[in-house]
């Protein structure tokens, strides 16, 4: 476990009495949690510019992995916010208050810093402590199998039960919520309105003091944990939730039904944090408080007296008739602790416990305690590590020293902050989807992320390549984020892990690489990204996954119909994929050059049908372009005096060395020259390529490619500067950041090579999906940027006075409104 960054945020001038004493229980704290998509959220007491104090209340802020100190308010309550929980996608957030108070949030536009309420419900005088979201009947299963087994076969998607049926059986949305006294509550949309439709029902009749709780889903129901004092005594009562709706109007509210569990009894301790092993199908629990247990759920067989055993006693008969034995009567569940940990350090006792989320990670348990973390394994109940939080403070590299001792650092860390209760304390932690982070929160909201052993610190490179591969596959299928596991590969890594990905997707059945074609490429340029030698690799996988939606949105306009003309026809089949046809066609189509010219300008010709196209002129140009750009790359490459491999990487990407995009990018010339965009020239070239792909090219290839690059200078270079964590920045870890200040340590300028430069090479200015520039010189009213990649655009919702869009350029731009073409979320910047 080794400690990414720290975030730091300024000291305030006055404090309440109770931060000073953070081991009180009943005080609320700052919580965390982190999406699928890689996007923490947490909470703080203040807003985090504030130094004065003005702003007590609840804050939820959240912020991308990458770009920790670019945090974005959702929203701010008058009461503090007691639970914080992310849906399945990643796209809808829960807040919750001490004082009943439920809201949905959702963003607005996809952006990240652009929040709206969808529903929320009300729960007087009821402070919700916990809550979930129902489930979506999705569920991605890693099967134990050998590597070269096909990934369909290692990586099933399953249909689950969902929590809430509706019409069909298809899955509802809603979530469900458990109160400090012991009441659970569902909530769903209703309709046009904002307020949410509620029912409850209450764990037992006599309300118990609950001071945690944990969800858990399986077989269409939610597992309830929450734990217990009353009375002297303490425990962890347990429960099954099913939700269903009436028969009848969807505007009724649905139904709880909660069906005991066998409740676990605490003797020797007060638990204070509880947690389910996994998210799903699960039947571990641990318990924090002086000490960490692990029960598990087993079923028991009680033997009873042979004559208490006869008469019609349920469970007494066989299926097959006559009396059961006596041993085998009456069979139930009950809770056996299977393992213990003690408390080592820390400051006191544990505060907070996570484990991960997924059984294909590896099965790792994140104990906090006031001052350190501690990492164990639930397999061979061990302690792997423990990191004190807050240490080293001292190597500032992004931000400025603190005023105050207490927010430099923690307790028991590196001598600073003394040893009293006067500095921040860890209050929570949490590990992402895939299990390769941990994040935690302290009681001053400064976020701690920390980096996981995957799957053990001292396993064999080739060990340790084979899992991390395994895992971007899985990520792959599932489409959860991936950049907490590609952040923390180690560089001379990075490169075994590209190739054997690449391998193993090769090796797979072509209806299973065309569907997940996409996904694999944004896994290839998110670990070119990472090294600063494969930079130029990851331009161009850019380049040709701008290319491939082009051509998308141009075969959707191509499809062949009863009114297609008989001139047509083989340049409709153009978008039949795969064609065993396809380079029969394209040569024919390539070989008339002058008639596609003269036809898209002659009125009434066949051609002129060829019109619809003419709103993907942009994307079309960005196609001319990047041919001319592979053509100079490649004339660099051979014409250079030293051999190619020095000035490429042994395992990087050229796109004149790739079928799929010689293939791409003659379709798009052949639509270009149809619509008299130009191009004329390149597709014989392009043509030669394709039938020496692998081979070593002609010296009178090579010399026609220089002349054409000379004749036409235009270029595209798809690496734009970025500040992120993860970028090939060359600092070490731990990296010390504050929110609200870019780290200018942080950021990393790709240098183009030689002949990728030209005067109109895309730059900031330009909007890097539509291919134009962003308007106002080198001041733009208003665009969107990608955080992780440094993208920009226009934004997706335009102003009303302007026109409306065409369809085909709203399908080639529908593809990048939700997130980047890297993955990334969009943040909204404007200076108006």
């Not at 302690?383 to 500032?396: F, H, K, M, N, Q």
Request: hydrophobic share 40%; net charge neutral.
């Amino acid at each position: 476990m080794e400690l990414i960054y720290s975030m730091r945020r300024k000291p305030l001038k006055c404090e309440p009495p109770h931060y000073e004493n953070n081991a009180d229980p009943e005080v609320v704290k700052p919580i965390c949690t982190i999406s699928t998509c890689n996007i923490i959220a947490f909470s703080s007491l203040t807003e985090l510019s504030d130094t004065d104090g003005d702003t007590w209340g609840g804050h939820v802020y959240i912020c991308d992995l990458d770009t920790p100190w670019e945090c974005h308010k959702v929203a701010s309550t008058v009461h503090p916010v007691s639970a914080l929980e992310w849906d399945g996608e990643g796209k809808q957030l829960l807040i919750a208050t001490i004082v009943g108070e439920v809201s949905i949030y959702v963003q607005k536009d996809y952006l990240l810093n652009e929040w709206s309420c969808l529903y929320s419900a009300y729960f007087p005088g009821e402070n919700i402590i916990k809550a979930v979201f129902f489930h979506n009947g999705r569920k991605v299963v890693a099967v134990e199998k050998k590597p070269d087994v096909p990934i369909s076969d290692r990586i099933q998607m399953l249909r689950y039960v969902p929590t809430l049926k509706g019409f069909g059986g298809v899955a509802c949305e809603g979530a469900c919520i458990i109160t400090g006294t012991g009441l659970v509550g569902a909530l769903t949309p209703n309709g046009d309105s904002n307020r949410a439709l509620v029912a409850s029902d209450c764990l037992r009749s006599p309300r118990d003091h609950i001071a945690t709780a944990s969800f858990a889903h399986k077989n269409g129901s939610i597992l309830i944990a929450a734990a217990w004092r009353g009375g002297g005594k303490r425990g962890v009562r347990c429960a099954a939730c099913a939700v269903f709706r009436p028969p009848g109007s969807r505007a009724a509210p649905v139904q709880l039904t909660l069906q005991p569990l066998p409740t676990v009894y605490l003797l020797d301790h007060e638990p204070v944090s509880i947690t389910w092993c996994l998210r799903e199908d699960t039947d571990s629990l641990l318990i924090a408080g002086s000490t960490l247990t692990l029960w598990k759920l087993a079923e028991r067989s009680y033997p009873v007296h042979k004559l208490l055993s006869k008469g019609p006693v349920q469970g007494n008969t066989t299926p097959g008739g006559g009396p059961k034995a006596p041993t085998e009567c009456f069979n139930t569940v009950v809770w056996q602790q299977t393992a213990v940990w003690q408390v080592e350090g820390g400051g006191g006792g544990a505060t907070h416990v996570g484990s991960v989320r997924l059984p294909l990670a590896t099965p790792h348990v994140l104990l906090a305690t006031p001052t350190a973390l501690h990492l164990l394994n639930r397999d061979n109940h061990h302690y792997v590590c423990s990191r004190a939080i807050g240490s080293g403070l001292a190597a500032d590299i992004a931000a400025t020293p603190p005023k105050k001792t207490k927010y430099g650092g923690l307790p028991g860390a590196g001598g600073r902050g003394g040893g009293g209760g006067g500095g921040a304390t860890v209050s929570c932690v949490e590990v992402s989807q895939l299990g390769a982070v941990c994040v935690a929160v302290d009681t001053h909201s400064q976020l701690h992320v920390f980096k996981l052993s995957q799957p053990a610190p001292d396993i064999p490179t080739t060990l340790s390549v084979q899992h991390t591969t395994m895992l971007l596959e899985y990520a792959m299928v599932s489409g959860y984020d991936s950049l907490d596991v590609i952040m923390t590969l180690k560089p001379n890594i990075v490169e075994a892990v590209y190739e054997r990905l690449t391998e193993s997707f090769q090796r797979q059945p072509q209806p299973f690489q065309q569907y997940y074609y996409h996904n694999w490429l944004k896994l290839r340029i998110a670990l070119c990204s990472r090294v600063a030698g494969l930079t130029s690799s990851a331009a161009s996988l850019c380049s040709l996954q701008l290319v491939l939606a082009g051509w998308s949105a141009a075969a959707a306009s191509l499809r062949p119909d009863e009114k297609t003309e008989a001139a047509l026809v083989s340049f409709a089949a153009l978008s039949n994929m795969p064609d065993e046809h396809e380079e029969k066609n394209l040569l024919a189509l390539e070989a008339k050059a002058e008639s596609l010219g003269e036809g898209a300008t002659s009125a009434g010709s066949a051609w002129g049908a060829l019109s619809a196209m003419q709103p993907l002129y942009r994307p079309l140009q960005r196609a001319l372009d990047t041919a001319l750009t592979m053509l100079a790359a490649l004339t660099a490459a051979h014409n250079s005096p030293a051999t190619p491999a020095t000035h490429h990487h042994a395992h990087g990407y050229e796109m004149w060395s790739d079928a799929v995009a010689l293939n791409a990018l003659r379709r798009m010339v052949v639509i270009a020259r149809a619509c008299a965009r130009g191009g004329d020239a390149l597709s014989r070239p392009l043509a030669r390529l394709a039938a020496i792909v692998g081979s070593a090219p002609k010296p009178d290839l090579l010399e026609e490619c220089a002349s054409l690059t000379v004749q036409m200078p235009a270029r595209v270079w798809d690496a734009l500067p970025r500040c992120n964590v993860s970028a090939p920045h060359g600092k070490p870890w731990p990296l010390h950041l504050e929110y609200d200040i870019e780290p200018e340590a942080l950021r990393f300028v790709p240098e183009p090579p030689a002949h990728a430069q030209c005067d109109g090479t895309p730059s900031l200015a330009m909007d890097s999906i539509r291919y134009m520039y962003l308007g106002g010189g080198r001041r733009a009213a208003r665009w969107r940027r990608c955080g992780r990649c440094g993208s920009r655009s226009v934004p997706a919702a335009l102003p009303a006075p302007l026109p409306a869009r065409n369809a085909q350029q709203r399908a080639y731009d529908g593809r990048y409104v939700a997130t980047c073409s890297c993955g990334g979320k969009w943040t909204l910047y404007s200076n108006i």
